[in-house]
């Protein structure tokens, strides 16, 4: 079992700044994929984005080159730096992790952490 622990959201202005944590403790696998998932009220929960262990990294199309996912293997964290953020950003936003090597369907996500809430206002 994993389990992860996800914080950082907060209220925000538009083009402003936040930093997600996610801290995993339990049994991690060598090879594995940590992630940031997002859902907004009435809406699928969505990739938003990920990197595995040996730093490779994913991220969906809205979100490139103003968020930056990165993680500390020593100390099983991930993190998230979302900057220049909007409102369409504004979500619940929740870290996963799975073992193997690439990201996947979001239904192969075994771990969740409990969501932290992100709002921007405009």
């Known amino acids: 079992q994993v389990q992860l622990v996800d914080s950082g959201g907060g209220l925000v202005q538009a083009g402003g700044s936040l930093r997600l944590s996610c801290a995993a403790s339990?049994?991690?696998?060598?090879?594995?994929?940590m992630a940031w998932f997002r859902q907004a009220p009435g809406k699928e929960r969505e990739f938003v984005a990920a990197?595995?262990?040996?730093?490779?990294?994913w991220y969906e199309e809205p979100v490139k080159g103003r968020f930056t996912i990165s993680r500390d293997n020593a100390k099983n964290t991930a993190f998230l730096q979302m900057n220049n953020l909007k409102s369409e950003d504004t979500a619940v936003y929740f870290c996963?992790?799975?073992?193997?090597?690439?990201?996947?369907?979001?239904?192969?996500?075994?771990?969740w952490g409990q969501g932290t809430q992100v709002t921007v206002s405009s």
């Open positions: 339990g049994r991690i696998f060598s090879s594995n994929v």
């Open positions: 990197i595995r262990s040996d730093g490779m990294i």
């Open positions: 996963a992790a799975k073992s193997g090597l690439v990201p996947g369907r979001i239904s192969e996500w075994l771990y």
